[in-house]
């Protein structure tokens, strides 16, 4: 991925107010993060530890949501695994993140989740430049770039619903 800038991360998000991205927390040390191993942007905010942002590739456009995680304790005899890089991770690794629908839908309150590495490192991951604590993520007989690929396309399957129509 390349380096972003903060405008145009606040400027992709589909699922808030201009008012509400032009207020949210960007990542600490933005200019610092390992970019060239970055399919896409992910984000706790430290101010508000419900609340993520992941800003990602999609359509030939940049697409930013912002999501919810509950405040759920998890037991860390179990594992969970990420819907969109298959790591597998102990406890609260993984966190069910829901995102408002774009548009009119979301401002009725529609919302879409996934399961989702906790602190949105997918790429580093699937990498094997970070690894899940307590688990060990499997050997895969796929090479990495397709992992990469399988990543986005299910990232990008996740994002067509925050974009859908209430409609559709």
């Not at 590739?57 to 860390?76: A, D, F, I, K, W």
């Amino acid at each position: 991925m390349e380096p972003l800038s903060e405008n145009e991360i606040r400027a992709s998000f589909v699922n808030c107010s201009k008012g509400e991205a032009r207020r949210l927390n960007l990542p600490r040390g933005l200019a610092e993060l390992p970019w060239e191993h970055l399919d896409f942007l992910g984000w706790r905010d430290q101010g508000a530890p419900d609340r993520a942002y992941l800003v990602a590739p999609y359509g030939g456009e940049l697409v930013g949501v912002t999501l919810r995680s509950p405040m759920v304790r998890r037991s860390l005899t179990k594992s969970n695994v990420c819907s969109l890089c298959i790591t597998a991770h102990a406890g609260s690794g993984v966190a069910l993140l829901a995102a408002r629908r774009a548009g009119a839908a979301g401002r009725e309150g529609n919302t879409v989740g996934t399961y989702i590495c906790g602190d949105l490192a997918c790429s580093l991951y699937v990498r094997g430049l970070k690894n899940s604590t307590l688990v060990t993520r499997p050997n895969e007989s796929l090479p990495v770039e397709l992992q990469i690929e399988r990543t986005m396309e299910n990232l990008g399957g996740f994002l067509a619903k925050v974009l859908a129509t209430a409609d559709a």
